[in-house]
């Protein structure tokens, strides 16, 4: 269950700190360290900054039912998807044959995704159809909340409690160096799954004509990829909201022009970074994604699984992956 800000643990997480304050210093400049490098990525590819900006509706139809599509048919664009990705999980990871969840919609959220880990196995993933879900971020969405993402680490990391007595893995804590593990697995839980050729190859043939919609699949992957570039943007965006005291209306502004969001989209960021619950988490994202990345390295694929697996099975600190690296 969530804990509330008052119920938390004294803060523990050096390596948020670090972080924090490393983009804390660029927003001293002009722009913020790492939006000047996004912004210099997509100067470079032009075709890409044109695409995001100004129809990111182009680059897959939404497949949420308030979009048209009848709830028959995105329930079984979701379970092929589902059903995908943990087949591919199960070829490297061991799940137990009772575990599974089930997906819920809903609206009036600041967040797209929750997975509610109900024990013994099992979760309920929340998706929120308050923006348009786009069909070329099903499979991203689904492996974050998902296989392997959060459902699998939270039912292998319950025998930490149930077969070795770890207190502290009854229950999960937001805002906790576990959430910065967390989230650097869900985030990297579609590429550990999938190689790029692998996701065209998947959409192509299995999500784009189960939906019926058109999309162009390896476009949509380098997008994904230049957009990742700008994956700090709204971690800076509440450095500017509590830090600067920007304008809450000037930050709307910054997420899009920087960040690439629709207005509709910036809005929600706002809502998520305003949140006294949310504000502090939205580090986990970047943060954790890179502290992920770098501890998994750039080694054979075997070895980077072996380590994924370890994450998702392993009482680790983030302490602990900046040491190894
Ligand atoms: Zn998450």
Redesign the pocket.
């Known amino acids: 269950m969530v804990g509330r800000p008052n119920e938390m643990l004294p803060a523990r997480r050096p390596v948020v700190a670090v972080h924090v304050a490393v983009v804390s210093r660029g927003l001293l400049g002009d722009l913020p360290e790492p939006v000047v490098a996004a912004a210099q990525v997509l100067q470079q590819q032009p075709v890409v900054m044109v695409v995001l900006a100004v129809a990111p509706e182009g680059v897959g139809r939404a497949v949420a039912p308030l979009e048209g599509v009848i709830p028959e048919v995105v329930d079984a664009v979701f379970l092929a998807a589902i059903k995908e990705g943990r087949k591919r999980s199960a070829g490297h990871i061991r799940l137990p044959e009772n575990e599974s969840f089930t997906v819920e919609y809903v609206t009036g959220k600041s967040w797209s995704?929750?997975?509610w880990y109900l024990g013994n196995a099992r979760s309920r993933v929340d998706l929120n159809t308050d923006l348009p879900i786009y069909a070329y971020r099903l499979t991203d969405l689904l492996a974050?909340?998902g296989y392997p993402?959060?459902h699998t680490e939270h039912l292998l990391k319950e025998r930490l409690y149930t077969e070795q007595g770890f207190g502290e893995h009854a229950l999960q804590l937001i805002n906790t160096p576990e959430c910065l593990i967390?989230?650097g697995i869900?985030?990297t839980a579609e590429s550990m799954v999938f190689s790029p050729e692998e996701l065209a190859a998947f959409r192509r043939e299995h999500v784009y004509p189960a939906a019926g919609i058109t999309g162009d699949p390896e476009r949509e992957i380098a997008i994904n990829a230049a957009r990742a570039r700008l994956s700090s943007v709204p971690s800076n965006a509440a450095l500017l909201l509590h830090e600067a005291g920007a304008d809450p209306e000037d930050v709307v502004a910054y997420l899009q022009r920087y960040g690439l969001s629709t207005e509709a989209e910036a809005r929600q960021r706002l809502r998520f970074i305003s949140d006294p619950l949310w504000r502090a988490y939205i580090f986990t994202?970047d943060v954790g994604r890179e502290l992920v990345l770098n501890w998994l390295g750039a080694g054979p694929e075997a070895t980077r699984r072996q380590r994924y697996a370890r994450l998702l099975t392993e009482q680790m600190t983030p302490s602990q992956l900046v040491a190894s690296v």
């Open positions: 995704g929750y997975n974050h909340e993402g959060h967390s989230e869900s985030t994202y």
